[in-house]
């Protein structure tokens, strides 16, 4: 009898038809995808030896009557559902990391342990984020960044708190414990998973801070085509915004470090001007004669935030002051060792928050400033500078910076018109064609980007819309 002839037909992986698409979804369920459908690696080579035996197999019988065919067992495949990369589908499956050679390390398959996470701050997770945004790490759910993370959104997440796995949707919220949509704060995430069909618009993103007052917006970082990106993004999400839903990373330490259990808690009741050294709370006690190593708890003395100072206690207030809603004082995200303006205007603006003024809101923190900080108490700062009274006008009678929110499409304000005049004083007007005007468009934040990156500024630095350190640069 004539040799039967074995013929595999594979659409092309791509296709976006609904025919396509569920047929990749029975291939999930039946056996490993291909790597051009979106499946794992080193799903191929076992996929291969199966049709090679299967094929064997029909040789060997053919002398006789019927075929028989000899297969070998398929691996066991990795835990949780596998991922498909189609256009509903932004996230892929659980898998170890992988090495330079794409192999995996460690035991295919195994997961991080959620009882066992490392602890890290919410500046280090947004400057990991950071990376892959300077590097425009391309999307993919079958390819993995040189950190051995997968390229999908649950991928950069994983890598973002340093789990040391590629978690998926479906596992990302056993790291994490649910909170409300006031509580968010920077390195959070906002997780949609779809249990009934988890190739259907299952995605997560980082939340990098709220954009103006109206928490109608959010700076989103996520991993999404063609590449790593931060934008301004709707909340939850541009579409099924109901079921994104706020998580707080476990191992999430704030940036702080936690009150001693045996510190006394001393009531906030604002009452005379702060001065150094000297406690602003009736009743309380002084301050020791200097912190004892490691101790952060105890207001280190005014000596420490003088200009030009470079010390951890610096480092540790702009942390601080970045949990308390500081952080767009803060361009990078980032409060470093040296008192600056940057930490100066946050100082302030924490302390009008206070309802503080005069001498009491001066921008150099105190005892009382230090302790509403340590233990968390005091009121947070709002999202923008409205409630602060600004300094004495600079150049051009222009005040303080005026905020973030100032700056977006479409907005009128005396300060953009200032900002354009002042980037032609500099050097920076090339792309106005008239103006510049008082309402901010393109031309201001190209000009604007111009004048960032020959700050030596990249990535999202230097995205064209000025923060407070653009703002105090342009106006020196």
């Known amino acids: 009898m004539p040799m039967p002839a074995f013929e595999e037909y594979e659409p092309a992986g791509d296709c976006v038809c609904r025919g396509c698409a569920q047929r990749r979804r029975a291939l999930a369920r039946a056996r ?3 790597l051009r459908d979106g499946g794992h690696p080193a799903a191929r080579g076992a996929r291969r ?17 019927a075929a028989v065919a000899v297969t070998t067992p398929a691996p066991t495949p990795t835990p949780g559902p596998v991922a498909l990369d ?45 990376l892959w945004l300077d590097a425009k790490v391309p999307y993919s759910m079958s390819t993995y960044f040189t950190d051995g993370y997968r390229q999908d959104c649950s991928g950069y997440v994983s890598m973002a708190w340093n789990l040391g796995s590629n978690e998926w949707t479906g596992s990302l919220d ?15 995430m906002l997780l949609f998973h779809n249990p009934a069909d988890p190739n259907n618009g299952s995605h997560v993103v980082i939340f990098g801070g709220w954009v103006d007052e109206t928490r109608t917006h959010y700076v989103a970082y996520e991993q999404t085509r063609p590449h790593t990106r931060k934008l301004a993004t709707p909340y939850g999400y541009w579409e099924n915004a109901t079921k994104y839903l706020p998580y707080r990373f476990n ?27 000297v406690p602003a709370v009736p009743g309380a006690e002084p301050p020791a004669a200097g912190p004892k190593p490691g101790d952060v708890t105890v207001f280190p003395g005014a000596a420490q935030f003088a200009p030009g100072a470079t010390n951890d206690h610096v480092a540790q207030l702009g942390r601080m002051l970045i949990e308390r ?11 470093d060792r040296t008192w600056s303006e940057h930490d100066k205007l946050a100082t302030q603006a924490f302390q009008h928050a206070q309802g503080w003024a005069g001498a009491d809101a001066d921008g150099i923190p105190g ?33 303080a910076y005026p905020g973030a929110a100032v700056f977006r499409p479409g907005q009128s304000h005396p300060a953009v018109a200032a900002l354009g005049r002042q980037l032609v004083k500099k050097g920076f007007g090339k792309y106005y064609t008239s103006g510049p005007g008082p309402r901010w468009g393109e031309a201001d934040r190209r000009n604007v980007e111009a004048f960032q990156r020959a700050q030596g500024w990249r990535g999202a630095s230097a995205n064209g819309y000025p923060g407070p350190e653009t703002w105090r640069r342009l106006f020196a």
């Not at 256009?87 to 050679?101: A, F, I, M, N």
């Not at 259990?261 to 050294?277: I, M, R, S």
């Not at 509403?372 to 602060?388: D, E, F, H, R, Y």
Request: hydrophobic residues 35%.
């Open 32 to 34: 490993a995808i291909p």
């Open 49 to 65: 030896a199966l049709v090679l035996a299967t094929a064997a197999g029909v040789v060997l019988g053919g002398g006789g009557g």
């Open 86 to 130: 189609d256009p509903g589908s932004p996230q892929g499956g659980r898998t170890p990391l992988h090495g330079p050679k794409g192999g995996p390390v460690g035991q295919p398959g195994a997961p991080a342990n959620p009882g066992a996470v490392k602890r890290i701050d919410r500046t280090t997770i947004i400057n990991r984020a950071k």
């Open 174 to 188: 056993a790291f994490a414990t649910k909170i409300t949509k006031e509580e968010l704060l920077p390195g959070d």
């Open 251 to 277: 191992g999430v330490t704030s940036g702080t470090v936690p009150i001693v259990p045996t510190t006394p808690v001393v009531p906030v009741v604002p009452v005379a001007p702060e001065v150094p050294g």
């Open 325 to 335: 809603g500081a952080y767009r004082f803060y361009p990078k995200g980032v409060a």
């Open 367 to 399: 005892a009382h400033t230090w302790r509403l900080l340590v233990q968390k108490q005091g009121n947070n700062i709002p999202p923008t500078v409205g409630t602060a009274p600004p300094p004495a006008p600079g150049p051009g009678g222009v005040r």
